[in-house]
């Protein structure tokens, strides 16, 4: 099965983010806290995810 043309060779899943060690948030409400940073890349991780998948549906590997 040939690779369609707009699928890179090199297309890897997404990474997901790292969540904050408990130590890193200092409880004082800071703006943007470590968690609103996470949170914000987390969205961003499964937005890319959903579009990687629907690159790759059907493509067996």
């Given at each position: 099965m040939s690779t369609p043309k707009n699928i890179p060779?090199?297309?890897p899943p997404p990474v997901p983010p790292e969540p904050?060690?408990?130590e890193e948030?200092?409880?004082s409400g800071c703006?943007?806290?470590v968690y609103d940073v996470y949170n914000e890349a987390l969205d961003n991780?499964?937005?890319a995810l959903k579009a990687w998948?629907?690159?790759h549906e059907?493509?067996?590997g």
């Open positions: 060779d090199d297309d904050p060690a408990p948030c200092c409880n703006i943007p806290c991780y499964r937005a998948k629907a690159r059907g493509k067996s």
